[in-house]
């Protein structure tokens, strides 16, 4: 296996006037300068190539420069480049009718487009507060969703996104998400973990501290992204629409890293038989044009003319992306995300039984995780271990990024084969080989 030349000349010189250049605020992960990409494939300004099993973190579905997304980018743009909100145009409502028609609820959909994660779930915070004239919410331990400053009072992942940043919207309650791995909450005999969870929010939130009545929305990822990758128990979200139903509080899944197919259904929540009230979405929407949606029920998108809007929704060349791309997705990488995702994880597992630092595989579809430990017995976060691995793949030839305290992601493009799985992991176990050795693990 070839070790590559990382940063190369070329990568070395547009680093260092990048950082002159650019906001010191990005999470860089490693030095990799895109050049350009085709399908899972990708190179560098040296002409390096890598496999590439990140797509953007979750966005580029249909793989790098997909020709029938292109082509949809190229003949919008030949048309009109924008129009702004306060007009119509078909493509918008074109989008509008298929997120309708996929959306993960029976009832109609009513959608407000933006052109991020972030702004869909401004908009979903927003909305829930306006239906319900309730000023409360409920949000998970772990959580990541966006950075502007409502959408950031929500995210729990890491406290560098709150630090310099008081006062953060005020009424957001954090409970822990249903790590099953990791379980902080004490389990009642035959109680599922996430009903236990579920119940932790009843008797100690709703009775001692924010009455049930007062909350407007519990907002969840149904896999957690950012925060680890984490998959709830089975008996987790049947529990919590039926806390929500109680109380009269709205479920907004936040599936912008999740969804449009990722996990193997159009929607990850799907997985567990439950309808939200409002879906954030973003990222794999529209392969890489910026475009945020945010989906609820009709009878819940209700507020009126000016309530909320801007100048860039329903962006003819981002509608014309994302139209493409759930065309894509809906004829081959929905099949191909289910098939490829359990060989993925079919594969992993395989590896992790030879691995000492690999203590965990999960994930559903193309959206899969493993998380680094020091023991697999102890569970102590492998965090350096997992970066060396991070960093040892990208200079064998592997996009692949870390996310939570110690794990990979897979979040490969939608169109990922078996033989590019094979490939992908082959760099990855000597990837752990490698930095396992050099932790003194095996
Ligand atoms: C689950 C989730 N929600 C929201 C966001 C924010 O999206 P954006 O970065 O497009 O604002 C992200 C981004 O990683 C995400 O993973």
């Given at each position: 296996?070839?070790?590559?030349?990382v940063?190369?000349?070329?990568?070395q010189?547009?680093?260092?006037?990048?950082?002159?250049a650019?906001?010191s605020?990005?999470?860089?992960?490693?030095?990799?300068v895109?050049d350009?990409g085709?399908?899972?494939?990708?190179?560098?300004?040296?002409?390096?190539r890598?496999?590439?099993?990140?797509?953007?973190?979750?966005?580029?579905?249909?793989?790098h420069?997909?020709?029938?997304?292109v082509?949809a980018?190229?003949?919008?743009?030949?048309?009109?480049?924008h129009?702004?909100s306060?007009f119509?145009?078909?493509?918008?409502?074109?989008?509008s009718?298929?997120?309708?028609?996929?959306?993960p609820f029976?009832e109609?959909?009513?959608v407000?487009?933006?052109?991020?994660g972030?702004e869909?779930?401004e908009?979903?915070i927003?909305l829930a507060?306006?239906?319900?004239?309730?000023?409360?919410?409920?949000?998970?331990?772990?959580?990541?969703?966006?950075?502007t400053?409502?959408?950031?009072?929500f995210?729990?992942?890491?406290?560098?996104y709150?630090h310099?940043?008081?006062p953060?919207?005020p009424?957001?309650?954090h409970?822990p998400?249903?790590?099953?791995?990791?379980p902080?909450l004490?389990r009642?005999?035959g109680?599922d973990?996430?009903?236990t969870?579920?119940?932790?929010?009843?008797?100690?939130?709703f009775?001692?501290?924010?009455p049930?009545?007062?909350v407007?929305?519990i907002?969840?990822?149904?896999?957690?992204g950012?925060g680890g990758y984490l998959?709830?128990?089975?008996?987790f979200?049947?529990?919590l629409?039926?806390?929500?139903d109680k109380?009269?509080i709205?479920?907004?899944?936040?599936?912008?890293q999740s969804?449009?197919?990722?996990?193997?259904k159009?929607?990850?929540?799907?997985?567990w038989?439950?309808?939200p009230?409002?879906?954030?979405?973003?990222?794999g929407i529209?392969s890489?044009?910026p475009?945020?949606?945010?989906i609820a029920?009709e009878?819940?998108?209700t507020?009126?003319?000016g309530a909320?809007?801007?100048?860039?929704?329903?962006?003819?060349?981002?509608?014309?992306?994302?139209?493409?791309?759930l065309?894509?997705v809906e004829?081959?990488?929905?099949?191909?995300?289910v098939e490829?995702?359990?060989y993925?994880?079919d594969?992993l597992?395989e590896i992790q039984?030879?691995?000492?630092?690999m203590?965990?595989?999960?994930?559903k579809?193309l959206?899969v995780?493993?998380?680094?430990?020091?023991d697999?017995?102890?569970?102590?976060?492998?965090d350096?271990?997992r970066?060396?691995v991070?960093?040892?793949?990208?200079?064998?030839g592997l996009?692949?990024?870390?996310c939570?305290?110690s794990?990979?992601r897979f979040?490969p493009p939608l169109?990922?084969e078996?033989k590019?799985v094979d490939?992908?992991?082959?760099?990855?176990?000597a990837?752990?080989?490698?930095?396992?050795?050099?932790?003194?693990?095996?």
């Amino acid at each position: 296996m070839n070790k590559l030349n990382v940063p190369g000349p070329k990568a070395q010189a547009i680093l260092e006037r990048d950082q002159k250049a650019i906001s010191s605020s990005y999470p860089r992960a490693y030095p990799f300068v895109m050049d350009h990409g085709k399908g899972v494939e990708v190179w560098d300004v040296d002409g390096n190539r890598f496999l590439d099993m990140m797509a953007g973190i979750a966005v580029i579905s249909t793989g790098h420069a997909h020709p029938r997304v292109v082509k949809a980018v190229q003949d919008a743009a030949e048309k009109f480049m924008h129009i702004s909100s306060d007009f119509y145009h078909e493509g918008w409502v074109n989008l509008s009718e298929k997120l309708d028609q996929i959306a993960p609820f029976k009832e109609p959909a009513k959608v407000f487009l933006g052109n991020s994660g972030t702004e869909a779930v401004e908009a979903a915070i927003k909305l829930a507060k306006y239906k319900t004239q309730r000023q409360n919410f409920i949000a998970f331990t772990g959580a990541f969703h966006g950075r502007t400053m409502g959408a950031v009072s929500f995210t729990a992942s890491k406290s560098t996104y709150h630090h310099g940043f008081y006062p953060l919207m005020p009424g957001v309650t954090h409970v822990p998400y249903p790590n099953e791995y990791r379980p902080v909450l004490a389990r009642r005999a035959g109680e599922d973990y996430g009903e236990t969870c579920v119940r932790f929010i009843e008797e100690e939130v709703f009775a001692r501290n924010v009455p049930g009545e007062d909350v407007a929305g519990i907002i969840i990822e149904p896999i957690q992204g950012e925060g680890g990758y984490l998959v709830p128990p089975d008996g987790f979200f049947p529990a919590l629409r039926a806390l929500c139903d109680k109380y009269g509080i709205l479920l907004i899944v936040d599936e912008v890293q999740s969804g449009v197919g990722r996990t193997g259904k159009w929607w990850a929540v799907e997985h567990w038989g439950v309808e939200p009230d409002i879906v954030a979405s973003a990222k794999g929407i529209a392969s890489g044009i910026p475009l945020g949606a945010c989906i609820a029920r009709e009878s819940v998108m209700t507020w009126p003319k000016g309530a909320h809007g801007n100048t860039y929704g329903g962006n003819p060349i981002a509608c014309a992306a994302s139209l493409a791309t759930l065309k894509l997705v809906e004829e081959r990488y929905l099949a191909n995300a289910v098939e490829v995702g359990q060989y993925l994880i079919d594969a992993l597992e395989e590896i992790q039984a030879r691995h000492p630092s690999m203590g965990a595989v999960r994930g559903k579809g193309l959206m899969v995780g493993v998380e680094f430990v020091k023991d697999k017995n102890t569970k102590e976060p492998g965090d350096e271990i997992r970066n060396a691995v991070e960093r040892n793949a990208f200079e064998h030839g592997l996009l692949a990024l870390g996310c939570g305290k110690s794990t990979i992601r897979f979040a490969p493009p939608l169109c990922i084969e078996r033989k590019d799985v094979d490939e992908g992991l082959e760099i990855f176990e000597a990837a752990v080989a490698m930095s396992e050795k050099s932790h003194g693990l095996k």
